[in-house]
T-cell receptor, first 114, second 113 residues
Framework: QKEVEQDPGPLSVPEGAIVSLNCTYSNSAFQYFMWYRQYSRKGPELLMYTYSSGNKEDGRFTAQVDKSSKYISLFIRDSQPSDSATYLCAMSARSGGSNYKLTFGKGTLLTVNP | DGGITQSPKYLFRKEGQNVTLSCEQNLNHDAMYWYRQDPGQGLRLIYYSQIVNDFQKGDIAEGYSVSREKKESFPLTVTSAQKNPTAFYLC????????????FGPGTRLTVT
């Protein structure tokens, strides 16, 4: 079983739809959960991060972590064509320091159609 | 503007040649990273450095080498020993204490034929 599993999609939705992106993981030591957005042929950019369990909201984006189920989600409300990108989940056991490692999912390709 | 620059954007090499990819940052970050991204594979860590003159192997370091002589620079050399070097290479940096918040460069697409 891979440490982080993410459905690669592709996912295609109409403009204005609510989008749900998900990852599951197997390593119970993960405490930091991140979502990165990557436009085509560009580097990823950090969208949101969450420490431990709970929800975090930033504008149209909401990140949820359920550590009991080892499941994280990113919700996008009122999706826009500019949200079309690959979304990568990432996780780590610590915030930093020696031997630090960030484990990425494979990414989900999202297309929002006007 | 603060950020990370990678050059060149596209690089073409013949098999058997070593090639060095550039990565520079002016964010005053101590930590720097190199990742490789292949279709359907996600990001895989090649090397990382927490401080000048020190670096550690990541998950797929074989066939690669790095140096960290300056805080701002972390070049990656893809050697002829790397069996499948064609890929999209991404450099990132972060503060040491918040390594989950990594800032990425625009990437270099390397094609070896």
């Amino acid at each position: 079983q891979k440490e982080v599993e993410q459905d690669p999609g592709p996912l295609s939705v109409p403009e204005g739809a609510i989008v749900s992106l998900n990852c599951t993981y197997s390593n119970s030591a993960f405490q930091y959960f991140m979502w990165y957005r990557q436009y085509s042929r560009k580097g990823p950019e950090l969208l949101m991060y969450t420490y431990s369990s709970g929800n975090k909201e930033d504008g149209r984006f909401t990140a949820q972590v359920d550590k009991s189920s080892k499941y994280i989600s990113l919700f996008i409300r009122d999706s826009q064509p500019s949200d079309s990108a690959t979304y990568l989940c990432a996780m780590s056991a610590r915030s930093g320091g020696s031997n630090y490692k960030l484990t990425f999912g494979k990414g989900t390709l999202l297309t929002v159609n006007p | 503007d603060g950020g990370i620059t990678q050059s060149p954007k596209y690089l073409f090499r013949k098999e058997g040649q070593n090639v060095t990819l550039s990565c520079e940052q002016n964010l005053n970050h101590d930590a720097m990273y190199w990742y490789r991204q292949d279709p359907g594979q996600g990001l895989r860590l090649i090397y990382y450095s927490q401080i000048v003159n020190d670096f550690q192997k990541g998950d797929i370091a074989e066939g690669y080498s790095v140096s960290r002589e300056k805080k701002e620079s972390f070049p990656l050399t893809v050697t002829s020993a790397q069996k499948n070097p064609t890929a999209f290479y991404l450099c990132a940096s972060s503060l040491t204490g918040t390594s989950y918040e990594q800032y990425f460069g625009p990437g270099t697409r390397l094609t070896v034929t």
